[in-house]
C-alpha cells in the first residue's frame, strides 16, 4: 500500500489524487533557466570612496521629446522627484528601439501595487502592526491591523545578476498575492538602485524583528519545506489559527521537493494566509510561477507577450541612482556613443586565475572566428571621432584596479591595454567592409572607408 504525503496509507481515490498531484508539482517545480536582456545599465565598482557623487544635467528637450519617457505608462508621472533619480526618466533617451509597449492591465495593476506598498510600508500604522504581530509568534488570524497587508521580504545574495533576477521574481510574486514586497538592502541594493515605489521605499528597515533572517538556509526549522516535511504544516488541513506567523520559502539551487511544493496551487492557498513571507532564491523563478494554474489567468492578461516579463519588470524596477548613473552617462559618452554596432559579451569564470591572457585570447579568436567582433587592423590614422562627440570633454571613464589587465575596453581593446601607442593606433572595421588587398604589409584599405573606434 502506497503511502499519502502525511505518511499514512492512501485509499485509492486519493492515492490517485496525489499521485497526479505530485506530477504536476514535480513538473512546476522545474524552474526553466531564460536568458534575460537587461536594460543598458553597466553598474561598475571600485574606487567609490574616492568618485565624487555625480548629478547628471536633463536631457535636451529635443531628445526627449523624441522618446516615452514613461515607457508606455509603466513608469508613474508623478510622486517623484525627477531630480533624485535622473535614470528612470532618462534611460528611455538612450535606447534605440522604444521597447515592447506594457499591457493596459499591467499597467493598472502597477498603480494599484504601488497605493498597496505607500498604505503598508515602512513608517505606516499598517507596517507598525505587522511588525509587532511577527514579534508576538501570532498567526495572521488572530492578529491586529490591516487583513490586507501581507509581506513578502527578498533576501539579497549572490552576484548583482542574482540579485536582479531574484528581486524581479520577488516583485512579481508579490504583484500577483497582492504583498507588499521588501527588499533586503544589503549586498548593496539599497546603494546601487534608486526606490522604485512613489512615496515609500522597498528597502526592508533596519529592526526588522527576525534579525538572523539573512542566515536562512535549506536547514532553517521555519521554511515552508521542513514545516511539510516535519508535519508542523498540512497542505490539506492546516487552518488559519494554526499557522506560524511567518514562513521562510527557500527556492535556492539546493531545493528539496518540499520546497518546491511551493509551485503547487494548494500549498499557494496555505501560503496566502501565512502574512510574512522570506524568500531566497539565486534563480529567475518566473517560469515556475506560470504553471501554477491559479496564476496563470491573471498572468496571461498582466503579459500577453510571456517573452516580455523581465523585460517590462526590469525597466520598472531597476534605475540606477545618480551616483551609479553617472559613471554610466559618462562610460557611454566616451565609448558607446560613437559605435554604429554594439555587441555585448558576458565572461564568467571561475578558478583561481580569472584573468588568464589564454582565456582573453580564447575569447578574442572565437569571437572573430565567428564574425562577432571586427577584426583589428593596424592602422597609421587614428579613427575620426564624429563631430558631436569631439566637440565634447569627456572625462575619463570609471576604472578599477583590474581595468588594465584583462579588459576589454580602452583605445586597444583585445590586448587588454588602457594606454594609446605613440606610433600607431588600433582600428577596427565591421565584416562588411573588410580589405581585399593591401598596398603594404601591415595596411589595408577598406572598401567603403569605414571605420569603428574599438
Given at each position: 500500500m502506497e503511502k499519502g504525503r502525511d505518511g499514512a496509507a492512501a485509499p485509492p481515490l486519493k492515492m490517485l489524487d496525489q499521485y497526479r498531484r505530485k506530477r504536476g508539482c514535480a513538473a512546476n517545480a522545474v524552474l526553466v533557466a531564460f536568458i534575460v536582456t537587461v536594460p543598458a545599465m553597466a553598474i561598475l565598482f571600485g574606487a567609490r570612496s574616492s568618485a565624487s557623487a555625480l548629478w547628471i544635467g536633463s536631457a535636451n528637450a529635443s531628445r526627449l521629446g523624441a522618446h516615452d519617457r514613461l515607457l508606455g505608462g509603466l513608469l508613474a508621472d508623478d510622486g517623484f522627484d525627477e531630480r533624485s533619480c535622473h535614470s528612470r526618466y532618462e534611460?528611455?533617451?538612450y535606447r534605440r528601439n522604444a521597447g515592447r509597449k506594457p499591457s493596459q492591465y499591467l499597467v493598472t495593476k502597477l498603480r494599484r501595487h504601488e497605493a498597496l506598498q505607500r498604505r503598508c510600508g515602512p513608517g505606516t500604522a499598517a507596517y507598525s502592526d505587522a511588525v509587532e504581530q511577527l514579534r508576538s509568534g501570532k498567526s495572521h488570524a488572530g492578529a491586529i491591523g490591516s487583513p490586507e497587508c501581507r509581506y513578502l521580504v527578498s533576501i539579497s545574495y549572490q552576484g548583482l545578476g542574482n540579485r536582479i533576477l531574484a528581486a524581479g521574481s520577488a516583485f512579481?510574486?508579490?504583484v500577483l498575492t497582492d504583498r507588499l514586497l521588501l527588499v533586503d538592502p544589503s549586498n548593496e541594493m539599497g546603494e546601487l538602485f534608486c526606490e522604485p515605489f512613489p512615496g515609500t521605499t522597498w528597502l526592508l528597515p533596519p529592526d526588522?524583528?527576525?534579525t538572523s533572517y539573512t542566515n536562512f538556509s535549506i536547514d532553517t526549522a521555519e521554511s515552508y519545506g521542513n514545516m511539510l516535511k516535519n508535519k508542523a504544516i498540512d497542505a490539506a488541513s492546516t487552518t488559519a489559527q494554526q499557522l506560524p506567523p511567518f514562513a521562510y520559502v527557500h527556492l535556492d539551487h539546493?531545493?528539496?521537493?518540499?520546497?518546491?511544493f511551493f509551485f503547487c496551487d494548494e500549498d499557494q492557498r496555505v501560503l496566502r494566509d501565512i502574512r510574512w513571507l522570506v524568500m531566497r532564491t539565486d534563480s529567475y523563478i518566473v517560469p515556475g510561477l506560470f504553471l501554477v494554474?491559479?496564476?496563470?489567468?491573471?498572468l496571461a492578461t498582466l503579459f500577453p507577450e510571456p517573452d516580455a516579463v523581465f523585460h517590462h519588470l526590469g525597466r520598472y524596477l531597476f534605475h540606477p541612482n545618480n551616483h551609479v548613473w553617472g559613471f554610466i552617462t559618462r562610460y557611454y559618452d566616451a565609448y558607446l556613443a560613437p559605435a554604429h554596432q554594439r555587441v555585448g559579451i558576458q565572461v564568467r569564470v571561475f578558478g583561481a586565475d580569472p584573468e588568464s591572457p589564454e582565456l582573453l585570447e580564447q575569447i578574442t579568436t572565437c569571437t572573430q572566428k565567428e564574425n562577432l567582433?571586427?577584426?583589428?587592423?593596424?592602422?597609421?590614422?587614428?579613427?575620426?571621432v564624429p563631430p558631436a562627440a569631439s566637440a565634447r570633454s569627456f572625462p575619463k571613464p570609471f576604472s578599477s584596479p583590474r581595468s588594465s589587465r584583462g579588459t576589454m575596453t580602452g583605445s586597444r581593446a583585445c590586448t587588454g591595454s588602457t594606454r594609446r601607442p605613440a606610433a600607431r593606433r588600433w582600428a577596427c572595421t565591421s565584416p562588411a567592409t573588410r580589405s581585399t588587398s593591401s598596398s603594404?604589409?601591415?595596411?589595408?584599405?577598406p572598401r567603403r572607408g569605414r571605420r569603428y573606434t574599438c
Open positions: 534611460f528611455a533617451t512579481l510574486y508579490a526588522f524583528p527576525l539546493d531545493a528539496t521537493v518540499e520546497d518546491k494554474m491559479d496564476f496563470q489567468e491573471e567582433l571586427p577584426e583589428l587592423l593596424v592602422a597609421g590614422i587614428e579613427p575620426a603594404a604589409p601591415g595596411r589595408t584599405t
